[in-house]
């Protein structure tokens, strides 16, 4: 031990207070940074969910913050949470999120119906990977908006949508299928009527 | 500037029937797809290896030309054949070296190309065929359009399968040169009896679709087998000597192997046809299946 | 070295991308438009640029055994300072841009200029090194996202180019596109270099 003194920099603890030292700073400045950025994008995100929401139900607003809490519920059930629209505390519709394989992955989407599923409220995509400019297309409003209104459930029977072409005249139990994309088309008529067969007995039991 | 290949000139020559029957189906302009794609083919190849020492263009050039050309919808756009062409022999086979060095059958990889590309034309528009002599050859074009009826598709819609008689005889809407199977057929045993195809990977092939057929659908595969393009995989696709692993136990683990995954694709996901993507997944295994099974080899006899 | 110097070395005679096949995994992944690529590219200037003041900076202090440690951390901090501004400020871009701005860590770049250049250097150099380095790999980033954007939307900055007539090139617009480009573009490049030895 008597030999040179070591510089403090060649020490074993060196490093490690080093790194401390270090480690804190940036820490901090981090810190910092979230803070400041934390509040604004979950205010973002909650308000994203709330419009998308409001605009499954379709329910007109000004003051998303105030109308939200209004009309909405959020409920949860075992894994699943949905949405329940009320007016004048009378029980309207759901909304939950359905899910279904696409061409290239997963489509999500929100599904608004009324309180006894007989029919579809609107629909709306919230992720989709599917071709752009083909697929990718089920998340345009024309395609969405048909199936506004439709008949889901009619005397205990899940209706399940028929594909047509662009150019025909769709009927009651109809959608027209982008043209190209079949494939994605059929998923998001799939999917409705295996995700409503999995949860309208379940939500409608918690009446 | 042509390097001469036996075997590719019988596999043109085989090549013929399956063409003059397409003609009569859908009329001349089969046959401008057909020059179009051999020409852009012969091209990128030349464009390739012109300046190499003893730069030819190898006859399978013209191979994969026409190969690409029968598995494209009758009504496909002339630009999107040159397309198809460019990138079947440019990516599939001048970027690994040229002929002899391809991992990926080169027609496939033009086909799919323009298959991601444009869906559109690939799988919307099909031709409902003339059967009336001389049908398509007193016509340039078939105008009888029909939207989404190949047979595969109709299964995948309505789950309704077409008659076996009509898949024989090749009266069905479907690409250019898949439509008779029976036609497909006959090419192909004179392909084996001539030693210019082999016949493992065929029987390989049809033993496992036929097997996961019955196992993910539990229905007759005849049906299966003649829909789509399947016999025109077994016969010309997955025959390619090139892109085929050299060892012969090998040989038959791709052929199961892309029997598996075409079952599997047309089962579980969203597309109608299988066969495609199943050989250029056969086809990226091949190389490591066959090293392992050489390095077992190596061990046994060490 | 001149500053001139540093900076065309590291942004065009040594690029990252085509010379040193770095940072390929980012630049397949967000080049399907120009307007990501864009930020994407921003994104990796104010890394790197950063990443190699603070690393100069404090370089005779950092013990040798732990440096790669300090230069990760240094380098994860200004990546999530660039997300965070992002999902505050753009959170649509931010939304496109999925996780690969939080990747831009893994982005071997970053770690190859720290290692290679601002562990030697002043800091001044390591700014002008880093912003080289980031505009030439943005570059790159630019002309892919370009043609892909030009053939698989027939638009460009999301202004419409190609009118109606054009046929959209679906692959153009996915990720396998990407691969094809980086690949020709590396080989236009590099093929003449090649060629004078």
Redesign the interface.
């Given at each position: 031990m008597a030999n040179e003194k070591k510089l403090f920099?060649e020490t074993r603890v060196?490093?490690i207070i080093?790194?401390l030292i270090?480690?804190a700073i940036?820490i901090g400045?981090?810190a910092t940074?979230?803070q400041?950025?934390f509040a604004?994008?979950q205010k973002?995100r909650k308000t994203?969910l709330k419009k998308m929401v409001m605009g499954v139900f379709e329910i007109p607003t000004q003051n998303i913050e105030n109308d939200f809490p209004r009309y909405i519920t959020i409920r949860k059930m075992e894994d699943l949470i949905y949405y329940e629209y009320r007016q004048d505390s009378i029980l309207m519709g759901y909304c939950f999120p359905i899910s279904g394989?696409?061409?290239?992955g997963t489509i999500h989407a929100l599904l608004a119906v009324t309180r006894d599923f007989g029919k579809i409220i609107n629909i709306e995509i919230v992720d989709q990977n599917e071709?752009?400019?083909?697929g990718g297309r089920i998340t345009e409003s024309w395609f969405k908006d048909q199936f506004k209104g439709k008949i889901l459930i009619d005397d205990n029977i899940l209706n399940n949508f028929m594909?047509i072409?662009e150019n025909e005249i769709a009927k009651d139990n109809e959608i027209k299928q982008i043209?190209?994309?079949?494939?994605?088309s059929?998923?998001l008529v799939d999917m409705i009527y295996e995700d409503v067969k999995k949860y309208n007995l379940k939500l409608r039991a918690d009446l | 500037m042509i390097l001469k290949q036996k075997m590719m000139n019988k596999v043109l020559y085989a090549l013929i029937p399956i063409i003059l029957f397409a003609i009569f189906l859908y009329g001349w302009r089969i046959l401008m797809v057909i020059f179009i794609s051999n020409i852009f083919a012969f091209l990128t190849e030349y464009l390739f290896i012109r300046k190499k020492k003893f730069g030819k263009v190898s006859m399978a050039a013209f191979v994969t030309g026409t190969l690409l050309a029968l598995t494209l919808p009758p009504t496909i756009p002339f630009w999107m054949v040159a397309v198809g062409s460019i990138v079947a022999i440019s990516f599939g086979k001048m970027v690994f070296g040229g002929f002899g060095m391809n991992v990926f059958n080169p027609a496939i990889v033009g086909r799919t190309f323009i298959y991601i590309s444009f869906p559109n034309a690939m799988t919307m528009q099909w031709l409902q065929p003339l059967t009336k002599f001389p049908a398509g050859f007193a016509v340039w074009q078939n105008t009888s359009l029909v939207t989404t009826a190949t047979p595969m598709i109709e299964y995948n819609n309505s789950a309704k399968l077409t008659e076996l008689t009509q898949l024989f005889s090749g009266t069905i809407s479907g690409s250019i040169g898949e439509t008779s199977a029976i036609l497909i057929l006959l090419v192909g045993i004179y392909l084996v009896i001539t030693k210019t195809a082999k016949w493992q990977p065929m029987l390989s092939l049809l033993i496992s679709f036929s097997l996961f057929t019955s196992i993910f659908y539990g229905a007759n595969p005849l049906q299966f087998i003649f829909s789509g393009g399947l016999m025109f995989g077994t016969i010309f696709m997955i025959t390619d000597p090139v892109s085929m692993p050299k060892n012969k136990i090998a040989i038959w683990i791709y052929g199961l192997l892309v029997g598996f995954l075409t079952v599997f694709i047309r089962k579980f996901s969203l597309f109608t046809e299988g066969f495609m993507f199943a050989l250029l997944l056969g086809n990226i295994f091949m190389p490591i299946i066959e090293f392992g099974l050489n390095q077992m080899k190596v061990k046994k006899s060490g | 070295m001149k500053k001139k110097e540093i900076f065309i070395t590291s942004a065009f005679t040594q690029n990252s991308v085509w010379r040193q096949i770095l940072g390929i995994c980012s630049a397949l992944a967000v080049t399907n438009l120009m307007l990501n690529s864009l930020v994407m590219g921003l994104g990796v200037i104010f890394t790197l640029a950063l990443s190699g003041f603070t690393i100069s900076l404090i370089r005779e202090y950092i013990p040798k055994r732990i440096r790669m440690m300090v230069q990760t951390l240094i380098i994860a901090s200004y990546v999530i300072i660039v997300d965070l501004f992002l999902k505050t400020f753009y959170p649509e871009i931010s939304k496109s841009l999925g996780p690969y701005v939080g990747l831009i860590i893994t982005n071997c770049i970053i770690m190859g200029r720290a290692e290679a250049f601002a562990g030697k250097n002043s800091p001044v150099d390591s700014v002008i090194d880093g912003i080289g380095a980031g505009m030439g790999y943005t570059l790159v980033l630019l002309i892919i996202a370009s043609v892909r954007e030009l053939f698989g939307f027939g638009s460009l900055f999301g202004i419409p180019i190609l009118g109606d007539w054009w046929t959209k090139w679906s692959i153009m617009v996915m990720a396998p596109s990407a691969f094809f480009m980086l690949a020709i573009l590396i080989w236009i490049i590099n093929t003449p270099r090649q060629k004078r030895g």
């Open positions: 920099r060196y490093p080093f790194m270090i480690t940036f400045i981090l940074f979230y400041f950025s604004k994008v973002y994203q394989s696409g061409l290239w071709t752009p400019g083909l594909l072409s043209t190209g994309a079949t494939a994605s059929k998923a | - | -």
